[in-house]
T-cell receptor
Framework: TQLLEQSPQFLSIQEGENLTVYCNSS?????LQWYRQEPGEGPVLLVT?????EVKKLKRLTFQFGDARKDSSLHITAAQPGDTGLYLC?????????????FGKGTHLIIQP | EADIYQTPRYLVIGTGKKITLECSQT?????MYWYQQDPGMELHLIHY???????EKGDLSSESTVSRIRTEHFPLTLESARPSHTSQYLC????????????FGPGTRLTVL
């Protein structure tokens, strides 16, 4: 069974600070995705990383896929209250995820004004 | 705009009732999924479908059933609801181009008394 460990579980910081959250596994994934979920809504896809060592930037968000494709990180620069939410990482197995993704438990992020 | 819909958004029912959670998508995606989400826990895959007339069980043992008669429709049925079925149910769809990207509906919050 593939497991994804996310850390920290909870993070509360002030607006303008930088932060990094992590997603780790002992298993290799063919791709890894990050989602953000707000209360009462379904998760929304932020990014998909496919190649080991890949770095993708989405405005103030930087995503990195580990060289061995077992881990990933999400870095937010100058966090804003609108970044508040539950951040989920999800990994796809060798089949590309057609048979479903493995999710972590998520990081609850609160950005205080 | 293409979207994925779930109804009802909230449901409170008594033990033993039969219920169907509806999920429809307008994106023409072949692959659809049902996930269960509980606070502080990973999303767990309960059912998925590769396309019309295809249904598969996921990782989480479930007493629910699904059907896929039309591409856009993927309902989930509980024949006899129990308090242990109380949870958030998320429907998702995906197109597959090397890596799965999930589009989630807003979810159905089910409470069984």
């Amino acid at each position: 069974t593939q497991l994804l460990e996310q850390s920290p579980q909870f993070l509360s910081i002030q607006e303008g600070e930088n932060l990094t959250v992590y997603c780790n596994s002992s298993s290799v994934f063919s791709s890894l995705q990050w989602y953000r979920q707000e209360p009462g809504e379904g998760p929304v896809l932020l990014v998909t990383v496919v190649t080991g060592g890949e770095v993708k930037k989405l405005k103030r968000l930087t995503f990195q896929f580990g060289d061995a494709r077992k881990d990933s990180s999400l870095h937010i620069t100058a966090a804003q209250p609108g970044d508040t939410g539950l951040y989920l990482c999800a990994g796809a197995g060798s089949g590309g995820g057609a048979d479903g993704l493995t999710f972590g438990k998520g990081t609850h992020l609160i950005i205080q004004p | 705009e293409a979207d994925i819909y779930q109804t009802p958004r909230y449901l409170v029912i008594g033990t033993g009732k039969k219920i169907t959670l509806e999920c429809s998508q307008t994106m023409g995606h072949d692959k659809m999924y049902w996930y269960q989400q509980d606070p502080g826990m990973e999303l767990h895959l309960i059912h998925y479908s590769y396309g019309v007339n295809s249904t598969e069980k996921g990782d989480l043992s479930s007493e629910s059933t699904v059907s896929r008669i039309r591409t856009e429709h993927f309902p989930l049925t509980l024949e006899s609801a129990r308090p242990s079925h109380t949870s958030q149910y998320l429907c998702a769809s995906s197109e597959f181009e090397g890596a799965v990207s999930l589009y989630f509906g807003p979810g159905t919050r089910l409470t069984v008394l």
